[in-house]
């Protein structure tokens, strides 16, 4: 499988500033379990994020916000996994209508997108995932 996809619904736990907004760093986690479980179907091991190439916050993320985090695997070399991400909103809170409200968007928006590229040592590779 070259392909994973995580939804999550960011809590008050994740809002970092002011108005409940999600700092950015919790989509790089979430970018980072995708990873793992990636080099895991495709290596049987999780492997080492070693950078990223891009990263691009797009639009604001707030506390009680549902984000699909995919991420896929687009090239491998002998170590090498490049690996490119998505984080979109697809449920948003609503407490401009009340506390606990919340919709479903008709058109999930792109919040955030990035590439990187993670690294199987040979030795820890135990499986091919072509």
Same mark, same amino acid.
């Given at each position: 499988?070259? /392909?994973?996809?995580? @939804?999550?619904?960011?809590?008050?736990?994740?809002?970092?500033?002011?108005?409940?907004?999600?700092?950015?760093?919790?989509? !790089?986690?979430?970018?980072?379990?995708?990873?793992?479980?990636? !080099?895991?179907?495709?290596?049987?091991?999780?492997? !080492?994020? @070693?950078?990223?190439?891009?990263?691009?916050?797009?639009?604001?993320?707030?506390?009680?916000?549902?984000?699909?985090?995919?991420? &896929?695997?687009?090239?491998?070399?002998?170590?090498?996994? /490049?690996?490119?991400?998505? #984080?979109?909103?697809?449920?948003?809170?609503?407490?401009?209508?009340?506390?606990?409200? #919340? &919709?479903?968007?008709?058109?999930?928006?792109?919040?955030? @997108?990035?590439?990187?590229?993670?690294?199987?040592?040979?030795?820890?590779?135990? /499986? /091919?995932?072509?």
């Amino acid at each position: 499988m070259n /392909k994973v996809i995580l @939804r999550i619904r960011m809590s008050l736990h994740d809002a970092h500033y002011g108005g409940n907004l999600v700092d950015g760093a919790k989509l !790089l986690q979430l970018f980072g379990d995708v990873a793992t479980e990636l !080099l895991i179907r495709s290596d049987g091991d999780e492997g !080492l994020f @070693r950078a990223y190439d891009s990263v691009e916050f797009l639009s604001p993320v707030y506390a009680g916000d549902y984000i699909e985090v995919a991420g &896929e695997i687009v090239s491998r070399g002998r170590t090498s996994r /490049k690996m490119v991400f998505t #984080a979109t909103k697809v449920i948003q809170a609503r407490p401009d209508i009340s506390d606990s409200a #919340a &919709e479903v968007l008709d058109e999930p928006v792109v919040v955030c @997108r990035a590439s990187g590229t993670c690294v199987v040592p040979l030795d820890k590779q135990r /499986k /091919k995932d072509e």
